[in-house]
């Protein structure tokens, strides 16, 4: 069973910074990988999906990578604002449309 | 146009009744998925439809819980013989019908039983 963790688990930082959520992976054998924010009380809310064949995608202020062989994949989010607060969340998908989610990241940008 | 939507958004009942649960996805979307959140975990496949019919229904905790699309569309998820362990966030996402397989999610119902 493919498990899903990401670190850290909560990250506080000044409005401004640029940071790195992190997901790892434990099957390389991945279709894709969609990276999500979660207001509170709030459904999912798609930022980026990467398809297995590819190694980046960008949105905006956001980048995220995918490094198959080594089960990781990173969200860069640039120049962070207040409104960037949220939790993220990565989801593998397997070739049957089975998704595997991490417990997230809390993000906390403060003014 | 319009999302994924889900009612009702809250649902409180008592311990052993029965509950149902309504997702409607986006017009087109032909793969149909439902989550259950706990509070601090991520989503927890339940099941996944593709079409009417039910192509995986592996997460589905125990035979209390039930899904149905019965025009490949609109969904119900059924609840039997509630427990309190039961209560969480049930969160529906659909997929249109390409290679990407990108999920998009609804609002979620958050049941509460007591």
């Known amino acids: 069973k493919q498990e899903v963790t990401q670190i850290p688990a909560a990250l506080s930082v000044p409005e401004g910074e640029n940071l790195v959520l992190n997901c790892s992976f434990t099957d390389s054998a991945i279709y894709n990988l969609q990276w999500f924010r979660q207001d509170p009380g709030k459904g999912l809310t798609s930022l980026l999906l990467i398809q297995s064949s590819q190694r980046e995608q960008t949105s905006g202020r956001l980048n995220a990578s995918l490094d198959k062989s080594s089960g990781r994949s990173t969200l860069y989010i640039a120049a962070s604002q207040p409104g960037d607060s949220a939790t993220y969340l990565c989801?593998?998908?397997?070739?049957?449309?089975?998704?595997?989610f991490g417990s997230g990241t809390k993000l906390n940008v403060k003014p | 146009g319009a999302g994924v939507s889900q009612t009702p958004s809250n649902k409180v009942t008592e311990k052993g009744k029965y509950v149902e649960l309504r997702c409607d996805p986006i017009?087109?979307?032909?793969?149909l998925y439902w989550y259950r959140q706990s509070l601090g975990q991520g989503p927890e496949f339940l099941i996944y439809f593709q079409g009417t019919g039910a192509a995986d229904d592996s997460g589905l905790p125990n035979d209390r819980f039930f899904a149905v699309r019965p025009e490949g569309s609109v969904s119900t998820l059924k609840i039997q013989r509630t427990e309190r362990g039961d209560s969480a966030v049930y969160l529906c996402?659909?997929?249109?019908?390409?290679?990407?397989?990108?999920?998009?999610f609804g609002p979620g119902t958050r049941l509460t039983v007591l």
């Open positions: 996402a659909s997929s249109p019908p390409d290679d990407r397989h990108e999920q998009f």
């Open positions: 989801a593998v998908g397997n070739n049957f449309n089975k998704f595997y």
């Open positions: 017009s087109g979307h032909t793969a």
